[in-house]
Structures are given as C-alpha cells and as structure tokens.
C-alpha cells in the first residue's frame, strides 16, 4: 500500500520484545506512522530507554513476562481499558542458545520454550477475543529461518520457531474469515544482540538489519484490507539460502 501512515494511523498495537531488536524498531516505525504502541517487556527500564522521546500520548509501557500467563492476561487487559482495544500484536520476544543436542540443557530448553512458545501463545490468546469481537486485528509472529531449514547446533531453537509457524498457519485458517489476519514472518540471520558471544554464520554487515525487517512487516501488515500475506520470508542478499 502506497500510503501505509493512513491505513494505520490511529490504531493500537501491543508489541512484545520492544526493548530490543526488531520489536525496538518496530515500534519506533509504528509511532512514526501514527500507532498507538504499548512496549512490553520485563525491563521497565529497557523499555524506557527503547521508547526515547516518542510522544506520551502514543505509547506506554507495560512491564510484563511473557512466559507467565497471568501477567499476560494483566497486560493485555490494561491496555485494552486504556485505548479501547488491540488493533496490532507483535510477538517479538524472543530467547536463543546454539549448543549441540547432547550439550543442551533442560533449562536451555525450557527457556526456549516457555519464552519462543508460550510467550507466542499466551499473549495470542489474550488479544484474540477481542479482535474477534471487533471483526478485526492483526497478529504478526516473529518465527525464523530456522523453521524452514535446519542448521547444525540449532535443534532446540529450531523446534520452537517451527512450533510458532505452525501455531501461525493452523490459528489463520481459525480467524481469517473473521477479519483477524496472522502474519508468520520467518528472518534469516539478523544482526542484533540476541547473538552475544556466539559467532555469526556471517558477517555481520552482510545480515539483515533489525530496521529492513521491521519494514518487510509494515508492508505484509498494510497490503491490503482484503488480502492476508500469511507468510513473509526474508533472506540477507548473501547467504542462507533454501
């Protein structure tokens, strides 16, 4: 869509994972056109430091741990009495460990887990009903690469995205005649600090750019009012291809 500030000036988003990464630069382009962003997080701090000096009227904070249902339910809850409803979520939080199979821990799994998964479903589940009502919404989950293709020491990462790609395809066929649209975005290698000490599987100027995916979902987000871009595959220029 040519003019995406007027199809989304206005609206409400619930953005989880806005601290960092890609959900922080998606919710600085959200404000920019005109959408109304709730950052969630853990961190209230983080959080404060991500929004910088976006408006106050155009934003809050909700602090808030996605792995814990109640605090989900909470969240949501607030900031749908705060604007009226939920127009937008973002999934973006996300946890990462790359270990062989035999050296990943349960703790390492279950972090992966309860953070990729259940921090997917859990505020999925909350927002739902009300987009339901309204006969309308947009969810957009943040999956990887890795759900498409296997990569050595990523087994347990792996398992979780390719769990949310299928929570995102089977929840579309669940809502999409009910005016809710479920976008899967699947990134290859993106160059943010989830990576820490580990080595990159390339440099690091040649992958993706938090900003670059956070434009790729605008676009699938405003293609239309009748039309649903399900599945948003982006890949760096060099590398990682299928």
């Known amino acids: 869509m040519?003019?995406?500030?007027?199809?989304?000036?206005?609206?409400?988003?619930?953005?989880?994972?806005?601290?960092?990464?890609?959900?922080?630069?998606?919710?600085?382009?959200?404000?920019?056109?005109?959408?109304?962003?709730?950052?969630?997080?853990?961190?209230?701090?983080?959080?404060?430091?991500?929004?910088?000096?976006?408006p106050t009227d155009g934003h809050m904070l909700v602090t808030c741990d996605v792995r814990d249902d109640a605090q989900v339910k909470q969240a949501v809850t607030s900031v749908e009495h705060a604007w009226g409803g939920i127009d937008i979520l973002v999934n973006s939080a996300g946890s990462f460990f790359l270990a062989p199979l035999p050296e990943t821990t349960n703790d390492m799994w279950d972090e992966l887990w309860q953070t990729n998964v259940n921090g997917t479903v859990y505020p999925t589940r909350a927002a739902l009903p009300g987009m339901l009502e309204r006969g309308s919404g947009t969810i957009v989950i943040l999956s990887s690469v890795s759900a498409r293709r296997g990569f050595a020491n990523n087994s347990a990462y792996a398992a979780t995205k390719y769990a949310v790609t299928g929570f995102a395809r089977a929840l579309t066929t669940e809502v999409r005649r009910q005016g809710v649209r479920v976008i899967d975005v699947a990134a290859g290698p993106v160059d943010t600090p989830i990576?820490?000490?580990?080595?990159?599987?390339?440099?690091?100027?040649?992958?993706?750019?938090?900003?670059?995916?956070?434009?790729?979902?605008?676009?699938?987000?405003?293609?239309?009012?009748?039309?649903?871009?399900?599945?948003?595959?982006?890949l760096p220029q060099k590398g990682v291809y299928l």
């Open 2 to 54: 040519a003019d995406r500030a007027a199809f989304l000036a206005g609206r409400t988003s619930f953005v989880t994972g806005a601290s960092s990464g890609i959900g922080k630069e998606l919710t600085h382009q959200l404000l920019d056109l005109g959408v109304k962003v709730a950052l969630v997080g853990r961190d209230e701090g983080r959080l404060r430091t991500a929004a910088g000096d976006a």
């Open 195 to 234: 990576w820490g000490n580990y080595d990159t599987p390339m440099e690091r100027e040649d992958m993706l750019k938090p900003g670059e995916v956070a434009k790729a979902i605008i676009a699938a987000m405003t293609v239309s009012e009748t039309q649903v871009m399900q599945d948003v595959l982006l």
